[in-house]
């Protein structure tokens, strides 16, 4: 069965210590001792992947706007740290690649969400694992010439979207699925089996016991979102949940048992 390198994974990048989704947040990660990160990727109008979590600017990036209307450069120049505070002021969206770099640089295993924009499902999930794909190679590349161990590093690919799950499975078999649910549904095996994931990731909140253990008798890896509470971390941990992913890296930190 495949297993996860670590359970506890910091969410959107430094959960509730940084702006979601940016390279400070992946830092503020990494100093808390993280080696293990989940973020969102999109894509933008000119079809580069970027860290971002809504389709609409407003929240996490000051204006009105969507990312999928907006170039690459464009996002690079928005500030996507003031929203959280002015000491993060002018951090900018990331590239994925930036990101992948970032992770492969300090040997960070990554959760990929691909969250693609409503309407583009399938392109987002081809060149968000393309672009993995290729940054793969390249450390298995390093790997060869005697510089690196990439083994530990290989990240999953998780997705709410079916159609996006697909299309990564296409692209490259090779790098591990999870289907996302915020609640599983009756059919949870035919679309793990349809995209041949390894994994079922979902919200802690309609988890019991007992669909735990199914998932589990199946031969699944079961990973919750967002656990921010010690005591309902350690109680999902009893039901076999084998991994999971928290904003309050304060709280629950890498070594939590
Ligand atoms: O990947 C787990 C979790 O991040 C899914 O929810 O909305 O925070 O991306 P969301
Ligand atoms: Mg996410």
């Known amino acids: 069965m495949w297993t996860y390198p670590y359970r506890i994974a910091a969410h959107r990048g430094g959960g509730t210590l940084a702006p979601e989704n940016t390279i400070a947040g992946l830092r503020a990660g990494f100093e808390r001792g993280f080696r293990a ?66 992770c492969f640089a300090n040997r960070i295993w990554m959760n990929v969400e691909i969250k693609p924009a409503p309407g583009h499902a399938i392109e987002t999930g081809r060149i968000a694992t393309a672009t993995l794909q290729r940054a793969l190679a390249a450390l298995g590349a390093q790997a060869a010439a005697g510089r690196d161990e990439p083994d530990a590093l290989v990240p999953l690919i998780s997705s709410f979207s079916h159609e996006a799950l697909r ?60 656990v921010n509470e010690p005591e309902r971390a350690r109680e999902l941990f009893s039901w076999g949940v084998d991994a999971l992913c928290t904003d309050r890296i304060d709280l629950i930190g890498p070594d939590f048992v």
Do not use: Q
């Open 37 to 102: 990160v989940e973020f969102d990727v999109m894509l933008s109008v000119d079809h580069v992947p970027v860290l971002m979590h809504d389709p609409a600017f407003g929240r996490t990036v000051p204006g009105s706007g969507n990312v999928a209307e907006t170039s690459a450069k464009l996002l690079a120049s928005m500030d996507a740290g003031s929203w959280f505070s002015p000491a993060f002021a002018g951090e900018p969206v990331p590239r994925f690649a930036e990101a992948i770099d970032f």
């Open 167 to 226: 299309a990564a499975h296409e692209v490259a078999p090779e790098i591990p699925r999870a289907h996302l649910f915020s609640a599983v549904p009756e059919d949870w095996r035919e679309r793990m089996r349809a995209i041949d994931a390894v994994a079922l990731h979902t919200s802690h909140a309609k988890l019991t016991p007992e669909l735990a253990r199914e998932i589990k008798d199946a031969g699944y890896a079961l990973f919750c979102y967002t």
